[in-house]
């Protein structure tokens, strides 16, 4: 299984950047997606994620909603995350995550079955 993230990067407050995780080994449309970020000297958590199939289920971290948009591309095994408005809290390594549970238990603190490697993005004020 691979989940290979791209898009990162380096941006200045207010910019937008589009994370993609291209994902192969697994059946992508049967998984559920998600991204989580992790900061300095603090703990991974979860940003975004999507339901498998149609993906119609998402849910957005507090701190991102209305701000970032999680999507998937079944037909080209990829999964997006569409960041508007960046801020500098924003800067974080991004992670992509897939799992067969549903996203609603990794809120709870269950952990998907597959991460990826991460992409770094950099909000400057």
């Known amino acids: 299984v691979q989940l290979v993230e791209s898009g990162g990067g380096s941006v200045q407050a207010g910019g937008s950047l589009r994370l993609s995780c291209a994902a192969s080994g697994i059946i992508f449309s049967v998984h559920a997606m998600g991204w989580y970020r992790q900061a300095p000297e603090k703990e991974r958590e979860l940003v975004a994620s999507?339901?498998?199939?149609?993906?119609?289920?998402?849910y957005h971290a507090e701190s991102v909603m209305g701000r970032f948009t999680i999507s998937r591309d079944n037909a080209k095994n990829t999964l997006y995350l569409q960041m508007n408005s960046l801020k500098p809290e924003d800067t974080a390594m991004y992670f992509c995550?897939?799992?067969?549970?549903?996203?609603?238990?990794?809120?709870?603190?269950?952990?998907?079955?597959?991460w990826g490697q991460g992409t770094q993005v950099t909000v400057s004020s």
């Open positions: 999507i339901s498998n199939g149609n993906g119609a289920y998402t």
């Open positions: 995550a897939a799992g067969v549970t549903h996203p609603n238990h990794w809120r709870a603190g269950v952990a998907p079955d597959y």
